[in-house]
């Protein structure tokens, strides 16, 4: 009985010292969306490429989707390697009629976010084109972050 | 010396005269060996001696084999990094680079795959370098080939 009631002491201790060095507020890991948006103005928008990275924060990017046109609604091209790792090359293409213009959201990031630290996301659009497959100017954007 | 401690004048004991005699009768020995034991012993002992004497001579001549082997290959991988590397690694570009950059603007993007599609999807006159991924046929795969190495974060982007 006594040892019994030493186990239960004990593994009260354990939960009473885990629950103490937890972080009040947000959760150690989290997941939260990123949206990226590609504005080419009047030029219909036919393709992009984009890079996407944190400097800082610890985040992994744990899946992407595609955008809200159907023209980019498809998963588009990343390197695989990419999936638990801080940085990713996304690009996608269509050379259909009905591509849509001005800003448009692309592409949806999954990322797994690791302590307290809000991650810096940086995008850098390489390239976009027109549906002749010519490039024209256009900017990236980010919006999102929110935990999800 | 245990003794001369139990007998300071040194002298140690002395077992009397008759039970000396007796002890030297009983263990002396009266073992005849003949003289073709002997002569067997003596062979057996020379022939074993002899044989070491080849294995160790076996085993110098093997440790002067394979030193002379070592430095006969260290010397052959001296000769092969002097050799100029031209033949197996091309000069500038990587072949598969300059298949994948279709548009020739001297970099892979997105915008090589997508001028292959275009290609394909107007039905083009099939160029020989628009089969990137070498299979005989320019299709969907070539252009899938081309976005991925694109996306790669490890592609080697043609300056």
Same mark, same amino acid.
């Given at each position: 009985? =006594? ?22 507020? =947000?959760? #150690? /890991? =989290? ?29 992994? $990017? ?26 990713? $090359? $996304? ?12 800003? @448009?959201? /692309?592409?949806? /990031?999954?990322?797994?976010? @690791? ?6 996301? /940086? ?12 490039? $024209?100017?256009?900017? #990236? ?8 | 010396? *245990? ?53 160790? +001579?076996?085993?110098?001549? &093997?440790?002067? *084999?394979?030193? &002379? ?12 990094? !002097?050799?100029? +590397? ?8 990587? !072949? ?20 292959? &599609?275009?290609?394909? !999807? ?35 982007? +043609?300056?």
């Amino acid at each position: 009985m =006594r040892k019994m009631l030493a186990a239960l002491l004990l593994c009260a201790l354990c939960v009473a010292v885990l629950r103490a060095q937890e972080p009040e507020g =947000r959760p #150690a /890991v =989290r997941f939260e969306a990123v949206d990226v948006y590609v504005d080419s103005g009047k030029s219909p928008l036919a393709a992009y490429q984009f890079e996407l990275a944190a400097e800082v924060g610890d985040m992994k $990017i744990v899946g992407i989707e595609g955008g809200e046109h159907a023209a980019f609604k498809e998963p588009p091209y990343y390197d695989p390697a990419a999936l638990m790792k801080h940085r990713v $090359i $996304i690009a996608a293409f269509n050379t259909g009629a009905d591509l849509p213009s001005g800003k @448009t959201r /692309v592409a949806r /990031v999954h990322v797994q976010v @690791t302590g307290d630290a809000e991650p810096d996301y /940086v995008v850098k659009l390489n390239v976009a084109a027109s549906a002749d497959g010519k490039e $024209i100017k256009a900017t #990236a954007t980010l919006a999102g972050g929110t935990g999800k | 010396m *245990g003794n001369t401690a139990n007998h300071p004048d040194g002298t140690g004991p002395e077992a009397p005269k008759a039970l000396s005699d007796d002890l030297w009768s009983l263990y002396r020995s009266r073992v005849h060996v003949p003289p073709e034991v002997d002569r067997a012993v003596l062979e057996m002992a020379r022939s074993r001696f002899a044989g070491r004497r080849r294995s160790v +001579l076996v085993l110098r001549w &093997a440790t002067v *084999g394979a030193a &002379a082997a070592a430095l006969l290959l260290a010397l052959s991988l001296m000769v092969q990094q !002097e050799r100029p +590397l031209a033949p197996r690694i091309p000069s500038t570009r990587p !072949e598969a680079a300059v298949r994948q950059d279709v548009d020739g603007n001297g970099r892979v993007d997105i915008l090589d795959a997508f001028a292959l &599609a275009r290609h394909i !999807e107007a039905r083009d006159k099939r160029r020989h370098e628009w089969d990137v991924n070498g299979d005989g046929d320019v299709n969907q795969a070539d252009v899938d080939t081309v976005a991925m190495a694109a996306v790669s974060l490890e592609k080697g982007t +043609l300056q």
